[in-house]
């Protein structure tokens, strides 16, 4: 990676991160950022009003003691500095929907890729016009902003693409490891833990801009759901009984959806992508009922093909393919 000049906020928090919980010289840290010790004493100063705490080693330096629990843009920033990575990065309060607010920074010109996070939505949407219920609530709603000029054909595999990459970062994580079920969704124990909405703008025959939305239950708390969603949703603190450290985790996100993405429009993606698909497929050998439009298909899911669309076998034994569709887990026996 080039690395482009940070913020003196983000190079601090880099050079804190990077000593992993050793003290970092006050003096150092003004001598290669350039600016005076004051500065850099000053910068501290504004960092603790936001919830880091450090603590001073005689002779030594600082320390970073305590982090924000909030996602803080500086930090995600600092973090995936120290994976190697960069991205332009927006973080809102509150918005109507990340997916919209990344629409109009493509429209209005801005470089892509980027990555729009909100603290809470107003208008947070899923598939098929469904709400996303988007409290601030310590979950992550985050947009990723690309302009990939492909041909719309190509962007039939792209979510579930996104899906496969979330879910391993998920696993690698957390030391749990979700399901996904076609096309968008990430489960636990059979309840929603993610959804994403893959949104596109066409040029003649291209696609001009694209915007991958994520919605992932991380931080919270185990009985604060909507009646609609108790027992349907879950998120990855309730599932593994642990709190995410939020901003370490948008880092290494943001990190593995460029990754994704560059892999994705290089094609190397392709090789072997059904079979990684296979490995989080909640539905592969169940009986399902697959909803496209008025038509309602029985059968038992077979898994995905290279293009991406769900592959069926249904009672008469033929083999049927969706592209698109709502499927529905009917239950087994017992
Ligand atoms: C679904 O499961 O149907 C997809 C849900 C996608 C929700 C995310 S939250 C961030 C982004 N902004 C939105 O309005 N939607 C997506």
């Not at 909030?70 to 990575?85: S, Y």
């Not at 094609?267 to 497929?281: I, K, N, Q, S, V």
């Amino acid at each position: 990676m080039k690395k482009t000049r940070a913020s003196t906020e983000v190079l601090i928090l880099e050079a804190l991160l990077a000593a992993e919980g050793g003290a970092v010289s006050g003096v150092e840290l003004a001598r290669q950022l350039g600016v005076s010790r004051v500065a850099v004493w000053q910068q501290m100063e504004k960092l603790r009003a936001q919830g880091f705490a450090f603590a001073a080693v005689r002779a030594r330096g600082y320390r970073l003691t305590t982090l924000p629990s909030l996602p803080h843009p500086a930090l995600i920033t600092a973090h995936l500095r120290g994976l190697g990575r960069a991205c332009p990065l927006t973080l809102l309060e509150e918005t109507d929907s990340t997916n919209d607010e990344a629409a109009r920074q493509l429209a209005a010109g801005g470089a892509a890729p980027f990555a729009v996070l909100a603290r809470c939505q107003t208008q947070g949407r899923g598939r098929l016009g469904r709400t996303w219920h988007s409290a601030d609530n310590g979950n992550l709603y985050a947009s990723f902003a690309f302009r990939p000029l492909l041909a719309p054909a190509r962007m039939q595999t792209f979510t579930l693409w996104m899906g496969v990459n979330v879910c391993e970062l998920v696993a690698n994580f957390c030391g749990a490891t979700p399901g996904l079920k076609w096309p968008n969704d990430l489960l636990f124990a059979g309840r929603k833990a993610g959804g994403m909405l893959t949104e596109a703008r066409m040029d003649a025959d291209q696609i001009r801009d694209l915007v991958f939305g994520l919605g992932l239950n991380v931080n919270s708390p185990a009985g604060g759901w909507p009646s609609a969603l108790a027992g349907r949703a879950i998120s990855l603190a309730e599932h593994t009984g642990a709190a995410l450290d939020v901003n370490r985790f948008t880092a290494a996100l943001i990190g593995r959806v460029l990754l994704a993405y560059e892999r994705f429009m290089d094609g190397t993606y392709a090789d072997g992508f059904a079979e990684l698909w296979h490995r989080y497929d909640v539905l592969r050998g169940q009986p399902v009922t697959v909803l496209q439009g008025t038509q309602r298909v029985a059968g038992v899911a077979l898994g995905i093909d290279d293009d991406g669309a769900l592959i069926l076998r249904t009672a008469k034994g033929r083999t049927e393919r969706f592209q698109a569709g709502e499927v529905t887990l009917e239950k087994t026996g017992g």
